[in-house]
Nanobody, 128 residues
């Protein structure tokens, strides 16, 4: 059974950095588009960044494009979200996600909820 386990969250002051990790287990990693999402209190969950099995990355949230980056270690079956110059508005629960819709590619993924596996989420709090 596919499992995603996030780590690396916590509290940081504005301007600081954090790196989130998500370890994938229980299935073939290259079958999935991997991504990071976040949800703040009172807001809908939003996509932050994705990475496909070829290592192609996309930071999809306009508010973080110059500050966040996503990467992966195929051997370790781990994806990372490097977050720099953090702002209080980045405070949210961050979720790792895997979507098998496109056999490892990310175009058109994260639409059908039945194809998505979510991690348990990890809190990131940025204080001013």
């Amino acid at each position: 059974q596919l499992q995603l386990v996030e780590s690396g969250g916590g509290s940081v002051q504005a301007g600081g950095s954090l790196r989130l990790s998500c370890v994938f287990s229980g299935d073939s990693y290259v079958r999935y588009c991997m991504g990071w999402f976040r949800q703040s209190i009172g807001k809908e969950r939003e996509a932050v960044a994705t990475v496909d099995k070829m290592g192609n990355t996309a930071v999809v949230a306009d508010s973080v494009k110059d500050r966040f980056s996503i990467s992966q270690d195929l051997r370790a079956r781990t994806i990372y979200l490097q977050m720099n110059s953090l702002k209080p508005e980045d405070t949210a629960m961050y979720y790792c996600a895997a979507d098998r819709t496109r056999a490892g590619y990310c175009s058109g993924t994260f639409v059908d909820s039945l194809s998505i596996t979510w991690g348990q989420g990890i809190q990131v709090t940025v204080s001013s």
